[in-house]
């Protein structure tokens, strides 16, 4: 069995709950206009800081995947693992959001759009998870230079086909390694970072200043756009931001290099840290449940800002961690959550 490495769980502990401060904050950076600045931009600050989360997740995945060798058929029951996950709560949210939240949503259209928009994830990682073997065969394969460009040739294509969205541009073709999304790319960027975590080029003080700057730029430019047009600004919260994609890289590299790269954790807090984790999928698939229920019944300027979202947050997660530990007490539930 692998060695845990806690600096990698460290990630997912944080990640997880900051998923949780994306989706309670963007309920609020969403009324814009009917709660105050100063809830807006408590909310806008969490948001933003929160969005290095996601981009984390595949850059796990990608750290702890791609540099391994694998047979087809151990990829092929990784694959098959999402699958009862993915149709089991995609029921869930179907019935809850057809017959609780009042939605219209038509089932028909499930391939194309998830019964509840954060399922997008397991919509991603399934086709990445698809043509894993290929990736690890080529990653086998590549030398420092390889890495070193497919990291920079990547990083400028995003950028690119960023800048060309906002201009409402979609390019005739997609750059075969990485689709049109970001994820792929994530996914990749994550095991280069681990390989090369080591590595003098970026000093640590950098990466943090990198990491701080990113942020406050976009929240920044997203405060001005915002006021500017009365209206919360969405696009420069996106994966595929330049700053988003800064922030998150910078973010797991401090992560990965903390402790010379094996961060020593005490015995009763390794216990709590793989708890955490055990769960974390399950937390992340159940979390919009309990929030979804809060909308349902209060508006966003119902609660102040400053005592909803850290409210908010903690009982999400508190109730969706117990929820999921009873779940995987149950038969089958470890293949749900």
């Not at 216990?271 to 955490?276: C, E, Q, T, V, W």
Request: hydrophobic share 50%; glycine share 6%; with cysteine.
């Amino acid at each position: 069995m692998r060695e845990k490495n806690y600096n990698i769980e460290l990630i997912r502990t944080i990640s997880f709950i900051l998923v949780i401060v994306i989706h309670v904050t963007n309920y609020f950076c969403r009324a814009f206009g009917k709660i105050n600045m100063g809830e807006y931009g408590f909310a806008l600050i969490l948001d933003t800081f929160a969005r290095v989360s996601v981009p984390c997740f595949f850059m796990i995945s990608g750290a702890m995947l791609l540099g391994r060798t694998e047979s087809a058929a151990k990829n092929w029951n990784r694959l098959i693992r999402f699958l009862p996950p993915l149709l089991f709560w995609s029921v869930v949210y179907y019935l809850f959001n057809i017959y609780y939240m009042g939605s219209d949503f038509e089932l028909s259209e499930i391939l194309a759009v998830p019964a509840e928009p954060h399922l997008w994830y397991l919509y991603a990682m399934i086709p990445i998870y698809l043509v894993l073997p290929f990736f690890q065969a080529m990653f086998r394969g590549m030398n420092d230079k390889l890495f070193y460009l497919l990291a920079v040739l990547g990083t400028g294509v995003e950028i690119v086909m960023y800048v060309l969205s906002l201009f409402g541009i979609e390019p005739y073709y997609d750059v075969p390694l990485f689709g049109d999304r970001i994820y792929a790319y994530y996914f990749m960027l994550g095991y280069i970072l681990w390989k090369y975590k080591d590595s003098p080029r970026i000093h640590t003080r950098n990466l943090w200043i990198i990491f701080i700057v990113s942020n406050v730029i976009n929240i920044c430019l997203t405060a001005m756009v915002s006021v500017g047009t009365g209206e919360h600004l969405e696009r420069t919260l996106e994966y595929g931001c330049p700053f988003v994609m800064a922030s998150a890289g910078a973010f797991f590299l401090l992560m990965v290099r903390a402790g010379n790269g094996q961060i020593r954790i005490s015995s009763p807090w390794k216990k709590r840290i793989d708890a955490l984790c055990s769960c974390s999928f399950g937390i992340y698939l159940i979390h919009i449940l309990f929030l979804d229920n809060y909308k349902k019944h209060l508006e966003a300027e119902a609660v102040s800002a400053w005592i909803a979202v850290p409210m908010l947050t903690v009982s999400i997660l508190l109730v969706s961690f117990l929820s999921v530990w009873l779940i995987r007490k149950l038969p089958g539930g470890k293949a749900i959550t």
